[in-house]
T-cell receptor, first 112, second 114 residues
Framework: AQSVTQPDIHITVSEGASLELRCNYSYGATPYLFWYVQSPGQGLQLLLKYFSGDTLVQGIKGFEAEFKRSQSSFNLRKPSVHWSDAAEYFC??????????FGKGTRLSVIA | GAGVSQSPSNKVTEKGKDVELRCDPI?????LYWYRQRLGQGLEFLIYFQGNSAPDKSGLPSDRFSAERTGESVSTLTIQRTQQEDSAVYLCASRQTGANQPQHFGDGTRLSIL
């Protein structure tokens, strides 16, 4: 069965600093991988997705993620964090049409 | 264009009552999913509709939970005889046909059972 692990429950970074949110997946084949962001009281917004091809994926809001098969990882990065990036971030996987399997999320706080 | 729409946005009800939650998917999206998000938790899959195929109900936590969808339109999630542990945000997502299409989420219904 697929599983997704986000090791960090809560991360605090200073505005302007770089960010990396960790995600590890467990799946026999290459899964489809996603990062979503959720602001308080809102639904989930898709940041980026990986299906195949180039292992470095660019998303919206200046985010990128890199698929590393050898490490079963799909970490999310941003070179310079803005206060508006404070939110909950979810990594998820699927095998095509199947429902998404989500990690438990990482809450990002941004301080001045 | 319009996104996934869910109603009501908030619902407060007494334990033991039945509730019905509604999801309007993006037009043309053949797949529809329901998820549950408990406080401080990730999302749990509940049920999945794909076109006219039989739904995948493998995530429903008990027989108090059911869902319907007519064709490729609106879906309703019904919870009978609600319990306090049913308190959660219920999120709906829809997706176009094609394995490499992402799911698009609504803002959810926040359900509180008193």
């Amino acid at each position: 069965a697929q599983s997704v692990t986000q090791p960090d429950i809560h991360i605090t970074v200073s505005e302007g600093a770089s960010l990396e949110l960790r995600c590890n997946y467990s799946y026999g084949a290459t899964p489809y991988l996603f990062w979503y962001v959720q602001s308080p009281g809102q639904g989930l917004q898709l940041l980026l997705k990986y299906f195949s091809g180039d292992t470095l994926v660019q998303g919206i809001k200046g985010f990128e993620a890199e698929f590393k098969r050898s490490q079963s990882s799909f970490n999310l990065r941003k070179p310079s964090v803005h206060w508006s990036d404070a939110a909950e971030y979810f990594c998820a996987s699927s095998s095509g049409n199947t429902p998404l399997v989500f990690g438990k999320g990482t809450r990002l706080s941004v301080i001045a | 264009g319009a996104g996934v729409s869910q109603s009501p946005s908030n619902k407060v009800t007494e334990k033991g009552k039945d509730v019905e939650l509604r999801c309007d998917p993006i037009s043309g999206h053949t797949a529809l999913y329901w998820y549950r998000q408990r406080l401080g938790q990730g999302l749990e899959f509940l049920i999945y509709f794909q076109g006219n195929s039989a739904p995948d109900k493998s995530g429903l936590p008990s027989d108090r939970f059911s869902a319907e969808r007519t064709g490729e339109s609106v879906s309703t999630l019904t919870i009978q005889r609600t319990q306090q542990e049913d308190s959660a945000v219920y999120l709906c997502a829809s997706r176009q046909t094609g394995a490499n299409q992402p799911q698009h989420f609504g803002d959810g219904t926040r359900l509180s059972i008193l």
